[in-house]
């Protein structure tokens, strides 16, 4: 299993804002821009985390995690990240291991991703 | 010389299209009204002054024996009861017809207004216009008169929360006046629609109608609708806004980070996005409550900790005031604690807003009588006594235009007031301008009870 962090999110703004936070922090990371690739990506390689929009074009969030569980069960851990008012929810409907409610403070997603993937030796302070 | 205005009541104003046309005059009776009583009373008048001044003359000319003259004295005095019999004859008839004619043309005239108008006594409905009978989508005045637990059933009274308004319960509300501009009530159409109606009620002040309300009902559900929709866009627009301001708070951080040399101005930029994020918040917030009238998710806490906490996130945002607590250990209370924070966060960020020379502000919470009391008292401006009434109106902002206007969206008094009644708890104020102002709410205590 690698330890790259999927990171699923249309804007293209918070992509690339987690993308190069998680690359900072030492992270690997991957990029999928809607369900249907992020599908893709992970039938190329299992991540370590899925970090989740829920608001997708193609194949929304909730798509993406039943039809990921129905193929790949518990292979990974999904951790939503949605708008603050019903992220609890959401994560609860998809059984998902944990959310970030939008808008999220950068220090969460950090300390968020270094619950499941272990803190690669040599990052960046 | 009778004239048109004391026509038959037949010429009332619903028939108007048997009328002449034009060039007959047309039928007022209110011109009828002050003219046609004085006339009667001027010829009662003027034929009396004559007799006394002429009918001696006229019968000593007539008759010149003296004591023939001396017996017709008593069929003259006859002669004039007879003419003037006749004349109040008249003039009491004319009286009573302008009475029957008058209360026929109020009838008509209730009948025509656009706003449904009931009578009501103890037992149910007596009288219902035109009207009254469309806005409820009856088919005839028959179905909506009756027994008032009969109308309860059929058009189910609600208030605007969805609560339902029982017989006993309307009643109470159509015995009292409505003083203030009615009350809003939703009741259900016979074709199952729902409509937002006003209620103004008053007892009808007659010697005779001692237990009769009159109730005007008019039909507001447009506004109702306009003004949902301006909650749902500002839900919509505020939670626009918030992504946008999500992102550019993420990437100072991200710059901050990377670039530590340039962290004072990036904060400067994060605390100001915040600032912005908690006034869509705000609006958020405010709309959302309007459109969801229930309550929020309920929970124990203790609200000297809340207190405690929402003025240590004061302290760290605005120095230049001293803030207090007071009060003695835990006050628990049930009820949506973001919501109550964001009643005592209101209640300060407006003491800390409205004393701009700093100075103390005191907070207190206190328990007494099943309630549990939050008081926040400021030494600073003051809210002029002629504001002082409106200032929990929604948009209502005292200090607009002056010079001591230092912003807000004149949004958190009116949601406070809002959360604080849900809870059953009560909110109010002392003020005098000049040297403060102190605001209190309460809600009612949980000591015991289950957890």
Known sequence: ?125 | MERSGLAAPASTATQEGERPPAGAVPSRWWRALPSALPRIVIVYAVFGLLWIAFSDRLLSVLVPDPVLRDRLQTVKGAFYVLITSVLLYELVRRGQRRLVSFGTEIRAAVESMLDGVMVFDRAGIVEANRAAVQLLGASRKGEILGELERFVNLYQPRLSDGTPIDAPGLRGWLSARSDHGGREVVLRRRDGRDIVVNVSAAPILAPDSSGLTISVFRDVSRSHRLEAMRDEFLATAAHELKTPLAVVKAYAQLVQRRTPAEAPALAVVQRQVDRMTGLVQHLLDASRLRLEPGFGPRERFDLRLLVSDVLDQMRAAGPGHTLTLEGPGAVLVEGDRDRIARVVHSLLDNAVRFSPRGGPIEVQVTEGAGEAQVSVADHGLGIPFDRQERIFERYYRAHAGTLEDYGGLGLSLDLSREIVARHGGRIWFESTPGQGSTFHFTLPSRREGPS
Do not use: Y
């Open chain 1, 1 to 125: 299993m690698s330890a790259s962090v999927l990171v699923v999110e249309d804007d293209l703004d918070l992509l690339g804002l987690l993308e190069m936070l998680l690359q900072d922090a030492g992270h690997l990371v991957r990029t999928a821009r809607d369900g249907a690739q992020a599908l893709e990506r992970v039938s190329e390689e299992m991540p370590a985390l899925i970090l989740l929009d829920m608001r997708m074009p193609v194949m929304n969030g909730w798509e993406f995690a039943r039809e990921f569980r129905a193929r790949h069960g518990r292979a990974c851990p999904i951790v939503v990240v949605t708008a603050a008012e019903n992220a609890r929810l959401r994560a609860a409907e998809i059984e998902a291991e944990g959310f970030l409610a939008k808008p999220f403070d950068l220090d969460d997603v950090l300390r968020m991703v270094a619950r499941f993937v272990p803190q690669p030796s040599g990052a960046r302070a």
